[in-house]
């Protein structure tokens, strides 16, 4: 009886102090009504370089900064893209941004974004439509820049006859168009250069170890790796390896992207050149919305501004402030 009226009383002095207890502060919730809705539809998830990406545009379209961001990834898939975009519209967002997969394709759905009133902004690859007003602007890379970039290199620092293999990002796609277009122009000038082996390595790590592993099996012989993205590079370097071989040494391997990991692969000799891509285009992309917001007109096309690591002028300080 004792027992039981103490648990009682101790119960009650439970109650009242949770009642009395301060609160723990709650975030102040953005109200949802006022947030700026933007539909991104991204490439997928097949590489270093498009998580960098993902992340740089969720973290640019928080709800600290009034946004909601509903992300569709496409697995590299253009038409759920496309669907994509459709319930994008169905959905009434304030914009939708577009990282295109390849570059052909867009016009119609394009058009029922615009005919629904909803501004298209694209980011990283480009598009080929008729009628170039079916979308806001464009933010990205200058792809042929970059393939230029790396022929440059092989003319300055390899030797005049090269047997290269060119492992190739999806096809139709900016960042494999315009990084194609470089070499195939320096092949041109190059009657020393041999083009052993071309093929697309779809952006990932394992189509370009499974390429690289099915040549040596062949016992084609070739001396550089043209690699359009580092993640195919990291599986060409997996697949030398374990035939005995050392990248950067026995086989020159040339990539893009220039992620920290790639670059880490700079510093001990591995990858002999990386061409920076910059992914982290949150903040670009946002700046731009803001713009249209205020009612002004953004630039059509704006490129970033990019550069390439060898071991020349790559340093500790730089892998340590890349973002992705
Ligand atoms: O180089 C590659 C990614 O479009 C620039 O896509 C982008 C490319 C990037 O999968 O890693």
């Known amino acids: ?24 502060a709650e975030p102040v919730k953005p109200d ?45 898939k253009q038409e759920k893209q496309i669907t994509a ?37 694209l980011v990283d690859r480009r598009i080929e439509v008729e009628d170039e007003s079916l979308f806001t602007c ?4 200058d792809f042929r820049r970059e393939g230029d970039t790396a022929a440059r290199w092989m003319e300055e620092n390899l030797p005049e006859t090269l047997r290269i293999v060119h492992l190739q990002g999806n096809i139709g796609s900016s960042a494999q168009i315009g990084r194609t277009e470089g070499l195939m122009a320096a092949l041109q000038k190059h ?50 390896k374990a035939a005995g071989l050392t990248p950067g040494r026995d086989v020159s391997i040339l990539s893009f992207d220039a992620s920290a990991a790639a670059l880490r692969l700079v510093l001990s000799g591995e990858i002999n050149l990386d061409v920076e891509c910059n992914p982290l285009h949150g903040p670009r992309v946002r700046a731009i919305i803001e713009q249209l917001r205020r009612g002004e007109t953004p630039a059509k096309y704006t490129y970033v501004d990019e550069t390439s ?16």
């Open 1 to 24: 009886m004792k027992k039981g009226f103490l648990l009682a009383q101790l119960l009650c002095l439970c109650v009242l102090l949770c009642a009395c207890a301060p609160r723990a």
């Open 32 to 76: 949802e009504a006022q947030l700026t809705v933007v539909g991104f539809s991204q490439v997928g998830a097949e590489s270093d370089w498009r998580l960098g990406n993902t992340s740089s545009m969720v973290q640019a379209f928080s709800a600290e900064n009034g946004y909601r961001l509903i992300l569709e990834d496409a697995q590299q």
């Open 85 to 121: 975009i459709r319930n994008f519209i169905n959905q009434g967002v304030d914009y939708i941004v577009l990282a295109p997969t390849t570059e052909n394709g867009w016009d119609t759905v394009l058009s029922e974004a615009r005919a629904a009133g909803i501004p298209v902004i």
């Open 138 to 141: 464009w933010v990205g890379s």
């Open 191 to 240: 009657p020393g250069w041999e083009l052993v082996f071309q093929a697309p390595g779809d952006f990932t790590q394992a189509k370009g170890q499974e390429l690289i592993e099915s040549l040596l099996r062949e016992k084609t012989a070739f001396d550089v790796i043209y690699s359009e993205n580092d993640n195919m590079a990291y599986g060409a370097i997996d697949a030398l």
């Open 309 to 324: 690591f060898d071991a020349e002028n790559l340093t500790e300080g730089i892998i340590v402030q890349r973002g992705y």
